[in-house]
């Protein structure tokens, strides 16, 4: 797999597949939830709230899939970051299940390339350097032959540097 890094606004990225790092509720928030659901429009919700009504709230590292409504990508893989607490092995374990279960959803849609923002560093407050290197240590150590490449779009600047160092860029 071909890893790529962007700093940009993830709801612009074409991709077939772009991440969500969505809130139990599915039903948008803030950050990149709510940045994507205003931009994907009322279809992602509606869907999200199906999913809701079959399953309940989605569990924490768990993932789901829906369409990407009026976004430029085929599907949103909505994937429950963990809130950081100071319990590092339990948080990284967490955080690591979002990019497995994120991936492997994407490869049962054959999603050739897929775009990852920078999952719980946000209002959930995990550490942006801890959260990188388990985002980095997930794509590379996840084995496809479906996915072909692997977007981290960073929002701000903190976020690009790390990922420019830990992907020697």
């Known amino acids: 797999m071909k890893i ?7 709801t612009k990225i074409k ?18 939830d709510g940045a994507i659901h205003r931009a994907g429009g009322k279809q ?9 009504n079959r399953q309940g709230k989605c569990k924490t590292g768990e993932a789901v899939v829906t369409t990407a ?25 967490l955080l690591a299940n979002c990019y497995k279960n ?5 490869e049962s849609l054959n999603v050739k390339t897929i775009a990852f923002p920078n999952i719980s560093t ?20 996840f084995q496809s032959e479906i ?4 977007v981290f779009v960073c929002f ?5 540097m790390i990922y420019k160092r830990l992907l020697n860029l």
Request: with cysteine; net charge negative; charged share 30%.
């Open 156 to 160: 701000d600047d903190e976020n690009e």
């Open 4 to 10: 790529e890094l962007i700093k940009g606004d993830i």
């Open 15 to 32: 991709a077939d597949a772009i991440v969500n790092a969505a809130n139990s509720s599915l039903l948008g928030g803030g950050g990149v």
């Open 102 to 106: 994120s991936l492997k959803l994407a």
């Open 69 to 93: 409504g009026n976004l430029p990508a085929n599907y949103v893989i909505h994937t429950v970051g963990t809130v950081w607490n100071n319990n590092e092995e339990k948080s990284s374990e």
């Open 147 to 150: 996915i072909e490449k692997v």
């Open 122 to 141: 946000g209002v959930y407050r995990f550490p942006k350097e801890l959260a990188g290197e388990i985002a980095v240590r997930e794509v590379e150590n």
């Open 44 to 52: 992602i919700l509606d869907e999200c709230m199906e999913i809701r």
